[in-house]
Nanobody, 123 residues
Framework: QVQLVESGGGLVQAGGSLRLSCANSGRTFGTYTMGWFRQAPGKERAFVAT???????YFADSVKGRFAMSSDSAKKTVYLQMNSLKPEDTAVYYCAAANSRLVVNMSSQYNYWGVGTQVTVSS
């Protein structure tokens, strides 16, 4: 039904940029709220950003002004543009989909998850 596949992770120097992609290979896309979470070693999974079906977005304070999220319904893909990256942004980044039309920032409210993509920011 909903299968999420992340891509775009990698190694980047501090101050650099990466763009993560999350493709939904399932049949439906437009009615889900999509989110990005990240999990650093030894830490709990944390909210990063979310976007609703009509384009409303919300970001964690730690990434506001540096990260942007967008969606392409034709490609059934959402993107996370990450600029001015810091070493503390290093984590596995997960894409998720929620059966909701609202902004959702809690992991427990998401129904589908990708397997994650590693982002490493060197100092």
């Amino acid at each position: 039904q909903v299968q999420l596949v992340e891509s775009g992770g990698g190694l980047v120097q501090a101050g650099g940029s990466l763009r993560l992609s999350c493709a939904n290979s399932g049949r439906t896309f437009g009615t889900y709220t999509m989110g990005w979470f990240r999990q650093a070693p030894g830490k709990e999974r944390a909210f990063v950003a979310t976007i609703t079906w009509n384009g409303d977005s919300y970001f964690a304070d730690s990434v506001k002004g540096r990260f942007a999220m967008s969606s392409d319904s034709a490609k059934k893909t959402v993107y996370l543009q990450m600029n001015s990256l810091k070493p503390e942004d290093t984590a596995v980044y997960y894409c998720a989909a929620a059966n909701s039309r609202l902004v959702v920032n809690m992991s427990s409210q998401y129904n589908y998850w990708g397997v994650g993509t590693q982002v490493t920011v060197s100092s």
